[in-house]
């Protein structure tokens, strides 16, 4: 039980780290005074999608009931492909591949992504292997 509320806690920083991230840290190439370029928009996409994976990932911390939880590793699987898909497939970026949405924050959010979906594939499978125990803490 203990290895499924540190994977659970790992989710919630993973998600975390990807909402304030692209904000923050790995964010897309700053507005310009006269418009606003179509990464700004992959940005706002990818923190929204943060946001919503955030959130799963509470419902991981704090439900215990076993098909809730499985429920929400699932979803969480998903949820965090899209996301490493909104920047270039869903959602353009700058025309010039050198630019800062293309060279840092489009791996960042693919890298983060695709270890949140691997994270909660492990969460449900264990969380499959230890059915008993998570519905005793009902």
């Given at each position: 039980m203990k290895n499924i509320k540190v994977l659970d806690i790992v989710l919630l920083v993973l998600s975390a780290v990807l909402c304030v991230g692209v904000k923050a840290v790995f964010h897309a190439c700053e507005v310009m005074e006269d418009k606003i370029m179509s990464c700004h928009w992959a940005e706002q996409a990818v923190f929204a999608m943060g946001i919503v994976l955030v959130v799963q990932a509470l419902g991981l911390i704090i439900l215990s009931r076993y098909n809730v939880r499985r429920g929400l590793s699932y979803a969480?699987?998903?949820?965090?492909?899209?996301?490493?898909?909104?920047?270039?497939?869903?959602?353009?970026?700058?025309?010039?591949?050198?630019?800062?949405?293309?060279?840092?924050?489009?791996?960042?959010?693919?890298?983060?992504?695709?270890?949140?979906?691997?994270?909660?594939?492990?969460?449900?499978?264990?969380?499959?292997?230890?059915?008993?125990?998570?519905?005793?803490?009902?």
């Open positions: 969480m699987i998903p949820t965090a492909m899209v996301t490493a898909f909104i920047p270039k497939v869903m959602i353009n970026l700058c025309m010039m591949n050198d630019m800062r949405c293309h060279t840092t924050m489009r791996p960042a959010v693919i890298i983060l992504s695709i270890i949140i979906a691997v994270c909660a594939l492990v969460n449900a499978v264990t969380a499959e292997g230890n059915k008993s125990e998570l519905n005793s803490n009902i």
